[in-house]
């Protein structure tokens, strides 16, 4: 068996360990006599494995009491529906846009009423963040809406924006667990966990009680709404089972590294090798303001399209894998999730030393 190091964006790296366990429990999972794969979801073993993958999560996160945690299906753009179908009963909403899939968040909730663009940093190929400290929000709008990561051009929100005390909703795929968050300063926080959590198939949604009501939009499916799930405890119909089960499973491995503030510690030591070499590389380049910087997804130019794809080729054939950066930036990306270890950066960046000296 050989395992490259994966710089994916999504679906990306997980931990080994956490495959290890996966691999030894396959066929028969703790005495149960079969796989998590092939058991029924309303059994004691899988209600154990659902519920203690919740209280691990509200443990990391330190969720409070009055939110749900619902662990869902259709990928973090569902939400882009759900979100306005549930939310918006003023029909109105401010939306952030910092990049592609805020972008299609806004795109998708004009179908459902009035989507304000309060601020974008399309201007700018979304290469930074914008000032989103006194920005001109609706006053009914019904919530205002960011991608707190952006996975493909590599910013995140250092600090939330002032919502001016409206519902602060945020797409956080591709830095959920990375750091540690202030829940109570959130409506909704969910992602996709393909990112950084396990595999996809899974979206999770943190959202807060009051918002949960029948009250949604004319027209919304039963499956739809987020009160279905909460009422449910996410077993109303058959639930990802075996997504979750792998969730449950890296909640653990990050519980036991320490809880996010050692996650962010280690994240932070990561990405500080790549870009302190980014900043003194003559030849590569970060591609976004430096204060807007993600943990996660890193991008990465040279400047000549030829010399990126020659980067690109030899990187993957010395075992560095999925570095081609998305088509609208260009150049490289590497994505440095919870599961990639400092030592896959370390010799990433020997990697690209060695390029620039040959190159
Ligand atoms: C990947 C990604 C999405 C889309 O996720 P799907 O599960 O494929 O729908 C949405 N938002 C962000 C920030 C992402 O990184």
Redesign the pocket.
């Known amino acids: 068996m050989s395992r490259v190091y994966n710089f994916s964006?999504?679906p990306a790296v997980l931990p080994e360990e956490v495959l290890q366990q996966a691999a030894d429990e396959m066929l028969d999972y703790q005495g149960s006599g079969m796989s998590v794969m092939e058991m029924s979801h309303r059994s004691k073993v899988y209600d154990s494995i659902i519920k203690t993958a919740e209280a691990d999560l509200r443990e990391l996160m330190n969720i409070p009491d009055n939110y749900k945690v619902l662990f869902l299906q259709?990928?973090?753009?569902?939400?882009?529906a759900m979100i306005p179908m549930n939310l918006m009963k003023h029909k109105k909403a401010a939306y952030i846009v910092t990049?592609q899939?805020?972008k299609?968040?806004f795109q998708e909730a004009q179908i459902y009423g009035e989507a304000v663009k309060v601020a974008s940093s399309e201007n700018e190929t979304f290469s930074y963040i914008p000032d989103c400290s006194d920005l001109d929000i609706p006053e009914d709008a019904d919530y205002v809406y960011i991608?707190?990561?952006?996975?493909?051009y590599g910013t995140k929100f250092q600090t939330l924006p002032n919502t001016k005390g409206h519902t602060l909703v945020a797409?956080?795929?591709?830095c959920f667990l990375s750091e540690p968050v202030d829940v109570s300063k959130y409506g909704i926080i969910y992602?996709?966990v393909?990112?950084n959590i396990g595999p996809?198939g899974v979206?999770i949604v943190i959202i807060r009680e009051d918002l949960i009501t029948d009250d949604t939009l004319p027209g919304t499916p039963t499956m739809l709404k987020y009160k279905t799930h909460a009422d449910a405890e996410s077993l109303y119909n058959t639930p990802p089972a075996y997504g979750i089960y792998i969730c449950g499973k890296v909640f653990q491995w990050l519980k036991k590294m320490g809880g996010l503030e050692a996650v962010k510690q280690r994240n932070e030591e990561k990405a500080k090798i790549l870009y302190d070499f980014l900043d003194e590389s003559k030849m590569f380049r970060g591609t976004v303001r430096k204060q807007d910087r993600s943990l996660m997804n890193v991008p990465f130019v040279t400047g000549d399209k030829e010399l990126d794809a020659k980067f690109v080729k030899e990187a993957e054939a010395a075992g560095f894998v999925n570095l081609k950066g998305h088509r609208t930036v260009g150049g490289m990306r590497a994505s440095i999730y919870n599961a990639m270890p400092k030592e896959g950066v370390e010799k990433l960046v020997a990697f690209m030393k060695k390029f620039e000296e040959e190159n």
């Open positions: 964006a999504g259709g990928g973090a753009s569902q939400q882009f990049g899939w805020a299609k968040a991608c707190e990561n952006n996975t493909i797409d956080v795929s591709s992602g996709g393909q990112k996809a979206v």
